[in-house]
Structures are given as structure tokens and as C-alpha cells.
């Protein structure tokens, strides 16, 4: 392990586990299809929406991920805690990183560039999509390509883009999370770009509850260590009543004064929260954390999706 390529002590045993309410196999079948539809739709719509204006495009993005969230069998509750105003400049978006629903999810909230290792490259229908999408894939496997990266991103937020980023450099199983590395802050420092912190959770309803009652971490979305993608597609569509929860949260200037490690442990600090999020991972007193802080701090403004 290097400080470029973190490595989580999370397993699919370990922390992959589903206990609540459980979806038919013929019904969970029809969702993976319907998910995995909506994906190549939105691969095959790319040149087609390239030529539309920013604000337009965005828009299609926004309802586009959302959709092929909600086709997995995912409800989605957004949640802002500041005005979500366009930037004057470039923003990096960073957030806690559990499974590979936080891609989507992010982008049907704030849909941006975003910053991906370059294996996802090779993946059956995300690969190409992301590609198509604008990706900047970087290689962890080589701690001299990260001066590279960093210039990259740097590059396209003084364009004016938003670039999405999972600081961790790894999944979580959401049970605390890992060190939010500062390479990528440097570029908002250089910049001069606004960092926005986005916090991730996951819950799952328990047998006979209905979603909106679910207050148990959502095992099943946990995307971690040596887990196949096909067995993560179907442990989500076979998983009843799951909601993901996006909190959106108040913007953080970059400080060059502070230094890019302050930056990332400020908005470490905000995306993981007191308790820290626990949106993923087996039942138990982890989730019962995250739960009595979302009581604690739950903002005015919420949105069903």
C-alpha cells in the first residue's frame, strides 16, 4: 500500500452482507436488465448530447443517472445544506467513496468530470460510458504519474468544470472510511476552485418495513476489495427497500494560505461528520451512529427523488 494506492480492510464477506427485506430473483432480474439498459442508452446517447449547450446537457446528466439509479432498485433522497449556486469558477466535488452507486448518484446531483482509476476503463458499459463522459482516468499503480494528474484537474477546473473526486482512493464499507488524500486538493489551490463536500449514505429497510422507514446500513451496495461487479449488480437489485442519501454540503473556499492537507482534512471533516457516515456494513451499532446524527442535524430543505 502506498499513499497513492490506499487499500481498505473492508471484504465482500466482511462488509457486503445484506440482512433486510430480499427482492424475487425474477423481479431483481428485470431490474439489472432495466439498469444495464439505461446505461447503454446513455452510451449510445453521448454523441448526440455532446453538442448541447452546457446548460442543457447537464440537465439530460442529472435526469439521466438518476434514472439508472432508480432502475437498480434505489430510492434517492437529496438533502442540501447550502444554496447549490453555480460557481464562478471550477469546483471539486469530493465525497466518501462506498460502491460503485456513488458515480451515478453524485451525478444525478452534481453531474461533473470526474476522477477514476484507469482500470475502470476496461469495465464492460461503464468503461466506455465513462470514457465517453468525459472521465479523467489516472494510474495509481505509479506514484510519478500523480504531478501529472494533479495538473489535469487543475486544468479543467480553471476551465470552468466541475470535477468529481473520491479523495479515500478507495470503497468503504462505511464503517468510519479512510484518509482523504491531499494530491487532489492541491489542484483546487492552483486553481483557485471552490471544494464542495458531498456526504454518502446508504440504508437498507428491514423485512416488512417499508423504504422510507429503513434505518439499518446497506450492506448489500458495498462495493469493496475483490468483489466481482456482476456479484456487486446483483446483491443491489436483489436488495428490498434500499435508499441512498445525498447531503450536499456548504461549500469550502481553497486557502492556498492553509495548505492542501488542511483543505482535505476540513472537508474530511465535513463529509464524514461527527460520527462519521456508516452507510454501508453489517447491522449494528456503527449504523445506529450514523442514524442518531442524521436526527441531530437534519437540515430544512429535502428532496425525493
Known sequence: MTGWLPVAPCTPDGCARHTGAVRAPLPAALLLLAGC??????????????????????????????????AFGVRVLVRRHAPDRAPDGGELVVANHISWLDIPLVASVLPGRTVAKREIRGWPLLGPLAALGGTLFIDRDRLRALPAAVRDIATALRSGSRVVVFPEGSTWC?????????????????SGATVRPVRITYRAAAHGVAAHCSDRPAGAV???????????????VRAAGLTARVDVLAPIAADGGAGRRALARRARAAVLGPGGPRGAGPSGRPGQTAVANDRANRPAESVHH
Not at 479512510?178 to 483546487?188: E, L
Not at 458495498?222 to 443491489?236: I, K
Open 37 to 70: 439498459a439505461l446505461v447503454l442508452l446513455g452510451v449510445a446517447c453521448v454523441p448526440l448530447v455532446r453538442p448541447l449547450g452546457t446548460g442543457p446537457r447537464l440537465r439530460l446528466t442529472r435526469r439521466w443517472a438518476r434514472a439508472v439509479v432508480r
Open 174 to 190: 462505511g464503517r468510519g472510511g479512510g484518509v482523504f488524500r491531499p494530491a487532489v486538493f492541491q489542484a483546487a489551490i492552483d
Open 222 to 236: 458495498a462495493f469493496v476489495g475483490t468483489d466481482p461487479l456482476a456479484a456487486s449488480l446483483w446483491r443491489v
